[in-house]
């Protein structure tokens, strides 16, 4: 069972700075448009859209402001990403298409829509989950027919996280492959993580999905973290984005990865 106060706590911290964090790191602006070209593929123009782990809403205002048709449901566990979250709904004045509710992706059940075409989960929230099971279990009684489902998730095998063993890096290098959960350790509060590869997400929804889109989100480039790396070669970042964008769809690009990107269909 997840710790819900001493992660509420890690992001309610972290919540202060996410957004200028997010916008002043090329590698996570990169990775994150990615992640937006990906998703509209598959969302309607009439959507009525959940999203988990919605943090402070960089997601969910952008597709709000592409599809002005649709409604938007926004989630997320912490006290401050929540508040962030709601302030940043009104200022756009999207406050008529995007609904907010602090709620666990553990306890979906108290949701009121029941028809959702599309769920969405960015950058890794559902890794803080035990049993992604437990999710999709509360999870399914919200969807409509036909509903889309796309996930972010970090999986196990990461290639650049490996290659610092050879800077004798190993509990960085092997950090995702730690048996029972890796203790991430976030602004003070420690808590459990998990690594889900593609096929144990499929599991976990289990057969009423169908698998429709699979790619590699830092494949070939850097993750996050190597911002100093994208900031001092420019030009062979650019090389790497290049590299990355052929090969991301294809095995084993599109799973050994930073994270990856998974598109389900649900047919009841
Ligand atoms: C890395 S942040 C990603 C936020 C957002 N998806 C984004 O891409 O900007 C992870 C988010 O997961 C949320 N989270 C962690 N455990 C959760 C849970 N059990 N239920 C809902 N949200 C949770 C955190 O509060 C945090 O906002």
Redesign the pocket.
């Known amino acids: 069972m ?1 710790d ?1 106060d001493t ?2 706590q890690a ?1 309610s911290k972290q ?1 202060d700075y ?1 957004d200028d964090y ?1 916008y002043q790191n090329p590698i996570l602006v990169y990775m ?1 448009e990615q992640v937006h070209q990906h998703v509209l593929k598959f969302l309607p123009q009439k959507a009525n859209y959940l999203e ?5 809403g ?2 969910v205002c952008f597709f709000a402001s592409q599809r002005p048709e649709s409604t938007f449901h926004a ?4 006290d401050g ?1 929540i508040q962030k979250l709601q302030k940043k709904v009104v200022s756009l004045s999207l406050d008529k298409q995007i609904s907010v509710q602090q ?4 306890e979906l059940d108290k949701v009121e829509n029941k028809q959702f075409n599309y769920v969405f ?5 559902l890794n ?2 035990k049993d992604l099971k437990e999710v999709a279990t509360k999870l399914i009684p919200l969807l409509a027919d036909g509903a889309y489902l796309t996930w972010v998730i970090m999986p196990p095998i990461c290639p650049w996280e490996l290659i610092t063993a050879l800077k004798f890096r190993f509990s960085y290098a092997f950090r995702r492959l730690k048996l029972g959960g890796t203790m991430a350790h976030l602004e003070g509060n420690y808590f459990k993580t998990y690594y889900f590869t593609p096929s144990q997400v499929e599991k976990a929804l289990g057969n009423n999905f169908k698998k429709i889109a699979l790619e590699g989100l830092g494949a070939i480039i850097p993750p996050p973290e190597r911002e100093d790396f994208a900031k001092a070669k420019p030009i062979f970042f650019e090389k790497l984005k290049k590299w990355d964008e052929k090969v991301r769809y294809s095995f084993p690009f599109n799973t050994w990865a930073d994270h990856f990107i998974i598109t389900l269909q649900y047919q009841k």
């Open positions: 997840q819900f992660v509420n992001f919540s996410f997010d994150r988990l782990n919605a943090g402070t960089l997601d989630t997320d566990l912490s990403m709620c666990s992706f553990l989960s960015d950058f890794g929230g803080c989950a």
